[in-house]
């Protein structure tokens, strides 16, 4: 099978690393999405089971087959997020360049979740940023669309603090938590960031 070109790939930036995943990420995969279900449940697009079910050692193992079979397509880009402490590393969330179209279009979808627990401490995005220009870069990609629920302000803060152009509403766009969800789409291309040297640098810039 062909692989997804720029992946796989380790990118970091200070104590923030983002990586393929491994099997031996099971167990911190788990405790973080079982902690999370009241802040991760009411925007993703899961199937009606038990939360338990879906965040088990055994889907996550189901899952991770499907991400690695989506970058062998070369149809995603699936990253953990983790931050490095005292040594190692620590698994903090999930960002995913998916939906990839090659030739005269050259995007893809954004998607990301992040553990409560270091929400607000700038890990979010410096990964988007880090993925952003990971997909311009070396994924040779020109535009990253990042889809989001008006009522989720913190994931919309993300996209807005490094500079994301608010493209369109999008009214009943997807079945998300037994109903079928508006969102507001968010993108950049190449040239938006290219005159900043990039999205980590406009992202470095703004925090100071």
Known sequence: MSSAVGYPAVLTDGNVVLRPYRRGDAGQWVEVRTYNEAWLRQW??????????????????MIRRAMR?????????????????????????????????????????????????????????TALALVVDH????????RVEVNIRPENKPSRRVVEKLGFREEGYHPHYMFIDGAWRDHIGYALTWEDVATDGGLMARWRRRRG
Request: charged share 20%; hydrophobic share 40%.
């Open 44 to 61: 993703e697009a899961i199937p009606p089971a038990p939360w338990a079910e879906l965040n088990s050692t055994a889907a996550f193992h």
């Open 69 to 125: 079979k989506g970058a062998r397509q070369g149809e995603s880009m699936p990253f953990a997020i983790c931050v490095r402490e005292q040594g190692r590393e620590r698994l903090v969330g999930h960002i995913n360049l998916g939906s990839i179209v090659r030739r005269a279009f050259s995007s893809a979808y954004c998607g990301y979740w992040i553990d409560s627990r270091v929400a607000g401490r700038g890990i979010m995005p």
């Open 135 to 142: 997909a311009f870069g070396s994924g040779r990609l020109h």
